[in-house]
């Protein structure tokens, strides 16, 4: 397309140049004999037209035929039409990609970040870049929500392609970031196309979970961000017995899959979690939860899951009486509705918590563009910090391990589910159900405390319970039965059973999962 409108740009200028030209000799041929005419040669006629069509106008060399007077009419014609070409190109030179370009020239020692598009999301996260990278550049490739107010940062909108972008930088300084951050943008965005090539760090939002998928490539999922956020900054009260969850799209499901992976402690109560909205495709693809689980029904010393097939408002008592509520539709106009509705025809006991993607005054928002696209949640990918540095200890003491870069997706997940559940084991061994976050004296507190429940073989008893029902919920999750002997192509593995059929030495397997709490003290120390 670009060629072939280059081409009709070359034929056009060529037929000017040609009409020009002939103007020019017909003036010529019309003037050189005529009496008191100035107009004798050709060089005559190019000085008159010029002077002309600058609208300059000198009067020294004036035609003086009919021809002529005729000519230089067009001339004058000629000259309104250029000057609003040259004035149109200018304006656009300025406002459009040339005289952004020229000013991004001067600011290549400057790190870079390119966003495909100009929406809230990307707004977002260019203000948390700006907030740890003031001298930062921000590029908008095209604006593409207008009703959105242009920022009142510094940025540039030029509509290039990202490649472009990285050429013009010439590989001064920090290689450029480029973002696109709507779902699966980097395969149907034709700006994304090849991007892998480009000597860049490329950060693609996917609904699919996969972290990476080149060497420059890195996924990140904004509903698994936004669960596993939740039930850190909101974590389970051992009070709390009814758990419901309104609304199981992308958001719900991840919800879900993160409190069965991450919601396992020493409590009494057994835990339910009641789910509204279509569920049947969860079901079929985790067809072996209920090994870990109770589905539809209470498992004894199990939490339990029941997926309801009736609207949420037919269950007038489950809404009473539920311990917490997650309304957490896809949609955020139709979360909304459902929250006003239960806050004003219902009398409800426990909290209820708003997905959004901004927040409200007067209401428990989570999810919101501020909290999931941060610097920490997609560039740096927060989240999967304690999970990398666990498996660089894991690889200090076993020969043949591999990098986090080179495991599968599966390791990489049971990886991220143990480090994930470190927070529920050190709330346990503190007795603390509000810490959030950990640093090197949280880790050296929680291992101390260790230390001291090992001494008791009850308490480690329970500790080895904690670990192997989270050991079990992950396995099951992704499909793994109990058999007799560990098979990776079949799924099956003779410690997926119950802890009181397992041998001392299966039960003592688990004990590894909480020592890694002392080594990443002291890997923290350290540091």
Known sequence: MKNKNRKQYLLAVLLFLVFYAALLAILTICEKDQPGSHIHSFGDAIWYSLVTISTVGYGDVTPVSTAGHIIGVIFLLMSMGILVALFGSVVSAITSEGFPMLRLRFRRRNNWYYFAEFTSEADVLARDVLQEDPD?????????????????????????????????????????????????????????????????????????????????THFFNSYDCCARSYWREHPLHIMEDIIVIIG????????????????????????????????????????????????????????????????????????RHADRI?????????????YWQIQRFYKNKGRIHLRSNRIIPGIECFGTNEQIFTVNQIVRTRLNDAARLMNDLYRRSVTE???????????????????????MKIRLLLNDRTISDFDYSTFKAAYDALCEAKKDP????????????RWVRFYAYYNWKCGKTKDVYKRENPMICEYDDMTEDQKAYHDRAWDLIGELAKQLGEN
């Not at 997650?326 to 459902?338: K, M, P, R, S």
């Not at 009850?458 to 029902?469: G, Q, Y």
């Open 136 to 216: 930062g550049v921000i590029i908008f490739g095209i604006n593409k929500e207008m009703e959105i107010e242009k920022p009142d940062y510094p940025c540039f909108f030029i509509n290039v392609s990202p490649a472009r972008i990285v050429s013009h930088k010439k590989g001064i300084g920090e290689r450029c970031k480029l973002f696109f951050l709507e779902e699966d943008d980097i395969g149907r965005n034709l700006k994304a196309m090849n991007v892998h090539e480009l000597d860049a760090d490329v950060y693609a939002r996917t609904i699919s979970g996969s972290e990476k998928m080149t060497g420059n």
């Open 248 to 319: 199981f799209g992308n958001y719900g499901t991840a919800l879900l899959e993160r409190a069965i992976l991450m919601n396992i402690n020493d409590s009494d109560f057994d835990v339910s979690y009641h789910v509204f909205g279509d569920s049947r495709r969860f079901r079929h693809i985790h067809e072996n939860l209920g090994i870990a689980m109770g589905i539809n029904e209470r498992h004894s010393g199990h939490d339990s899951i029941f997926f309801h097939d009736e609207d949420w408002e037919s269950s007038h008592d489950l809404i």
């Open 326 to 338: 997650i309304i957490c539709d896809d949609d955020v106009e139709t979360g909304g509705d459902i």
């Open 401 to 423: 391990s591999l990098d986090w870069d080179e495991l599968s997706d599966r390791l990489k997940q049971s990886k991220i589910a143990v480090a994930d559940h470190l927070i």
């Open 458 to 469: 009850a308490k480690l008893d329970m500790l080895r319970r904690v670990e192997h029902a």
